[in-house]
């Protein structure tokens, strides 16, 4: 039985209850939860609900909760019922209703844990975004790691998602990079405001490569092929090393077409229809103090030019008129002060910035080995990158450790510690049940121990202690990505799974799955390899959302 399944039978006993007394069913709410309390002689499972409507009904506590224990304990799975107290009531479910929950996520497979939760919200979800003048940072990656997570939690919760990488290719730092390219290319200093590196390098000998001409150009011409191409090549760059990062966008979204297109006017058009533009000193301004912001906002400067910000609000726009319903926004640590203005800017254009336009701030990250900060990066010069860390520990350690924390909070990754094979490492202790679980399947099919059917399996065997404590954990899972995807914390599947590999570590070492020598398979056996079976399934649907794999051997 999971806890929402449980949380049923309650709300059922609820609605017998009121129907016995004649209390007003319009107190009952729709739906109810039960948590797992702290200390678990206190039962499998706690209730408040006699405490949240006792006052609707003018019932005392402890008397609606004494009527409530009563009716559950007539449910089947229900063990006892104890009152704790000002009216809490504690279940105990038995061994047959609480071990059935061993066959539901086996025969769920990868659909244990999703939910209808968030059904019929569309969001569109931006992450990286890095300029394209350099090789992803490690600050981006923590969000290629954690943004690529979000999305698989929302879409596990039902949500349909549109992940979106926003390709800034046009201003003032595209000039930089360019101008740093044709130095590079001519042998000359970086630029005084220019980009640095070896990278800086590869790229403007592999424009010239496809343009063997190009410094015979004029200064201008040639700075423009290195602008085009280079950017292009930076970007190509980018995204492949995102997608060996196992990231992959639903959409690449150019900054240029933005202006190409005429939205930045129209944009500029649907705010002045809004009546929250002014023109000063030449300039055209966006009133976004009437929001809350500390400072009204420029969108179009007394030379013409457009500001970053007017292409921030044609793009919002742009979102909003492709049917996004929700803008999430994932931005690095420098970017608090971008949030007051975003959330004005949703205002002016007529939303409601608390429900259309959710902006997450990361805070930094650094590489750590032998307890000193890495700070440089062979290639980029001045930044440790996305190939940096994934050279110092992999892939999986990398996806995992960047999620494992939560986004705002500064975070340290020992190189030592993430590629140690012991079980102080997360990932390690992790995947290291992945490959157990699935190396004591192996195992049980070289001795013919099968789970057999669904029929004969007999979950009211899986009595022992550490059983039930591996069911409760493996209970939590559905609720656990929820809320996960609810708060927008990936890191909570993360802690969770550590917590259910302790749980399998302690069944394990006390309850001996596979028949020892010559002994005869039996129920208890198969009831355990369900078990097994099932912890397997959870480990890898939880590291899938992750975007880590679950290694059937280590």
């Not at 044709?182 to 630029?191: N, Q, S």
């Not at 002994?519 to 198969?526: F, I, K, Y």
Request: charged share 25%.
């Amino acid at each position: 039985m999971t806890p929402a399944e449980l949380a049923e039978v309650v709300l059922s006993a609820a609605h017998a209850v009121f129907a016995d007394r004649g209390l007003g069913r319009s107190a009952l709410p729709e739906r109810t939860a039960v948590e797992r309390p702290r200390n678990p002689e206190h039962g499998d499972y706690a209730s408040t609900l006699a405490l949240q409507l006792s006052k609707k009904v003018g019932v005392p506590p402890r008397e609606l909760a004494a009527a409530l224990a009563e009716q559950l304990g007539r449910a089947a799975g229900i063990k006892s019922v104890e009152i704790a107290g000002p009216g809490f009531l504690n279940i105990r479910l038995d061994a047959a209703a609480a071990g059935q929950l061993a066959r539901s996520i086996v025969e769920a497979g990868p659909a244990y844990g999703r939910s209808a939760a968030l059904a019929g919200l569309k969001i569109n979800l931006e992450f990286v975004s890095a300029n394209p003048t350099g090789p992803v940072h490690i600050g981006g990656v923590r969000w290629a790691a954690v943004g690529d997570a979000l999305a698989r939690l929302l879409r596990a919760t039902g949500a349909d998602v549109g992940t979106e990488y926003y390709f800034n290719d046009a201003g003032s730092q595209i000039d930089r990079f360019a101008r740093s390219l044709l130095a590079a290319a001519r042998g000359e200093p970086t630029p005084e405001d220019g980009y640095a590196g070896a990278y800086i390098t590869e790229i403007a000998a592999a424009v010239q490569a496809g343009r063997p001409d190009v410094l015979s150009l004029g200064d201008d011409a040639a700075q423009e092929v290195f602008r085009v191409e280079g950017v292009e090549l930076m970007f190509a760059e980018i995204r492949s090393s995102l997608r060996d990062f196992g990231v992959e966008f639903d959409t690449y979204f150019n900054e240029k077409d933005l202006h190409a297109r005429g939205e930045l006017d129209q944009a500029l058009q649907r705010l002045r229809e809004q009546g929250h533009t002014y023109e000063s000193e030449g300039a055209t301004w966006l009133r976004t103090t009437d929001f809350g912001d500390d400072k009204d906002r420029v969108l179009r400067k007394s030379n013409g030019e457009w500001t970053y910000f007017a292409a921030d609000c044609a793009y919002y726009l742009d979102k909003r008129e492709r049917g996004f319903e929700r803008v999430v926004i994932m931005l690095g640590a420098d970017h608090h002060g971008y949030v007051g203005r975003m959330k004005a800017m949703a205002a002016c254009f007529g939303d409601d910035p608390d429900r259309n336009l959710e902006i997450l701030i990361g805070q930094l990250v650094n590489l750590v080995r032998d307890g000193a900060p890495l700070r440089m990066s062979k290639r980029a010069g001045t930044v440790v990158t996305l190939e940096d860390l994934v050279d110092a520990i992999g892939v999986d350690a990398a996806r995992y450790a960047l999620a494992r924390y939560s986004s705002d909070s500064p975070i340290d990754i020992d190189v030592e510690l993430w590629t140690r094979a012991t079980r102080d490492n997360p990932v390690y202790y992790v995947q290291y049940v992945a490959a157990r679980t699935a190396s004591v399947g192996r195992h049980a099919a070289e001795v013919g121990l099968t789970r057999g059917a669904g029929d004969d399996f007999r979950p009211d065997l899986l009595d022992h202690e550490k059983e039930n404590e591996l069911l409760k954990a493996l209970a939590e899972f559905p609720t656990v990505v929820a809320t996960a995807a609810e708060l927008r914390e990936p890191h909570r599947v993360a802690r969770y799974l550590e917590e259910l590999s302790g749980a399998y570590h302690r069944f394990y070492d006390n309850c001996r799955i596979l028949p020892r020598g010559d002994e005869e398979v039996t129920d208890l056996h198969r009831a355990r390899l369900w078990l097994n079976d099932a912890t397997r399934t959870v480990i890898a649907n939880g590291l899938h959302l992750l975007g880590v794999s679950a290694p059937e051997r280590m």
